[in-house]
C-alpha cells in the first residue's frame, strides 16, 4: 500500500514563503503526473499546480507567478515553493501522484497539510 507523506505546511505572515514536499513511503515502479491541489473551509478541493513526467508544469491563476512546482525523480518527491503568501493562499494543501505501477496506474493523494497566512 501506497502513502504519500507531505511535510512543511505551518502559518506564516502575508509576503513570506514556505515550501511543502510529497514523497511516497515505501518504493514504487514509476510516477508519472504529480500535482498540488488545495481545500479551504468551505470551498471545494482546487488544482493549485501540476507537473508532468516530462517536466512541463501549469498553475492556476491565482498563483502563477508567486507558486513554483518541482519535482525530484531521484527522490520521488514533488515541491511546491509558494512566495508572497496571502491570506486568501490559507488553505489544507494535498499532494496527489499518478503511479504506475506497471500493471496499472493508480492516482494517490497525502493526508494534507496546513497552510495559514495571518498578520
Known amino acids: 500500500q501506497v502513502h504519500l507523506v507531505e511535510s512543511g505546511g505551518g502559518s506564516v505572515q502575508p509576503g513570506e514563503s514556505l515550501t511543502l514536499s510529497c514523497a511516497p513511503s515505501?518504493?514504487?515502479?514509476?510516477?508519472?503526473?504529480m500535482a498540488w491541489y488545495r481545500q479551504a473551509p468551505g470551498e471545494e478541493r482546487d488544482l493549485v499546480a501540476s507537473?508532468?513526467?516530462?517536466?512541463?508544469?501549469s498553475y492556476s491563476d491565482s498563483v502563477k507567478g508567486r507558486f513554483a512546482i518541482s519535482r525530484d525523480n531521484a527522490k520521488n518527491t514533488v515541491y511546491l515553493r509558494m512566495n508572497s503568501l496571502k491570506p486568501e493562499d490559507t488553505a489544507v494543501y494535498y499532494c496527489?501522484?499518478?503511479?504506475?505501477?506497471?500493471?496499472?496506474?493508480?492516482?494517490?493523494w497525502g493526508q494534507g497539510t496546513q497552510v495559514t497566512v495571518s498578520s
Open positions: 507537473i508532468s513526467g516530462g517536466g512541463r508544469t
Open positions: 496527489m501522484m499518478t503511479i504506475d505501477h506497471s500493471v496499472g496506474y493508480q492516482d494517490y
Open positions: 515505501g518504493s514504487v515502479f514509476r510516477i508519472l503526473g
